[in-house]
């Protein structure tokens, strides 16, 4: 796959057709990926990380209930008029520059087959090049965009690349994890890859935090995995198998990662970004500081 070296990545798959079921009853109508950390929602996030590395366009996996993502990076007409003839120029120009973001393109995925059988649902969009893949749960904060730390090495070696990030032994069967040499700084040669193991099994404790720059042969690979746990299609399984076939880097990640897609995770995430915004931090903060006066009183 000699041509790969002359390829950019351009495309990036989100998968987000999943139901939600950890944040019910506020996900029984609208989307996790739309709930919001401070005034924008999780999904913003993760786009804006791939347009911040060079993507240029967006391939969603979405499923029946997700049409707020759709009207979300979609124009509003009616509210930018709204927003016009009320004078609110700079809120006009942020809703606006939402759809400017990227080239999106929305597929549906009419079965809940796992995360490999999503991303094998766009092959008709990705074709023949190496692509990206964010997982709308995980919002990454660093100097760098993750998904364009993982280009960097793709760039150099035109392997595919997974994002790590070092979890607790005790949590690793909460993920997928890599183990492998260390060939570099904060980059590994992938030897293993194994899906949710115990702790026991588990080769490493890197995590594969929802960050990947996979090449087009993974579909060859997804059309013959069979299902694996939970009885979906692991992505984990495909790409373990295809390092049998070719090199897999993994990249261990520069920055923090937020796991929106459970309360505690989304809670953090969002005192840390109201804490970010110069307009929220002190009145923020203030309120915080007294909270944690009363609890320490009280408990």
Do not use: W
């Not at 607790?168 to 909460?174: G, H, R």
């Amino acid at each position: 796959m000699e041509y790969l070296n002359k390829l950019k990545v351009k495309k990036a798959v989100i998968p987000v057709a999943g139901l939600g079921t950890r944040f019910l009853p506020a996900t029984k109508a609208q989307p996790k990926e739309m709930l919001p950390l401070v005034d924008k929602p999780v999904i913003q996030y993760i786009v804006e990380e791939a347009v911040k590395a060079g993507i240029e366009q967006i391939i969603f996996i979405t499923g029946r209930h997700k049409r707020a993502i759709e009207d979300h990076f979609d124009r509003n007409l009616e509210l930018e008029r709204a927003l016009e003839e009320k004078g609110k120029r700079e809120l006009l120009k942020t809703v606006k520059e939402i759809s400017d973001l990227a080239d999106f393109i929305f597929i549906r995925q009419k079965e809940p087959k796992g995360l490999g059988h999503a991303v094998l649902t766009a092959e008709p969009a990705v074709g023949n090049e190496p692509f990206a893949v964010l997982l709308g749960d995980d919002v990454m904060v660093g100097e760098k965009p993750a998904i364009g730390e993982l280009i960097e090495v793709f760039k150099k070696f035109s392997c595919p690349v997974l994002g790590l990030q070092e979890v607790p032994k005790e949590e690793v069967s909460n993920y997928g994890i890599a183990g492998g040499k260390l060939v570099e700084e904060n980059l590994i040669k992938v030897e293993s890859l194994v899906e949710k193991p115990s702790p026991s099994e588990a080769p490493s404790n890197y995590a594969i935090a929802g960050r990947y720059v996979l090449t087009p042969d993974i579909f060859t690979v997804l059309k013959r995995t069979k299902p694996g746990k939970g009885g979906e299609i692991q992505l984990t399984d495909a790409i373990a198998q295809l390092s049998k076939e070719r090199a897999v880097y993994g990249r261990i990640i520069e920055g923090k990662r937020y796991d929106t897609g459970n309360k505690l995770g989304f809670l953090e995430a969002t005192i840390d970004f109201a804490l970010m915004r110069n307009d929220l931090r002190e009145p923020f903060l203030k309120f915080l500081k007294e909270k944690l006066k009363e609890e320490l009183r009280d408990g």
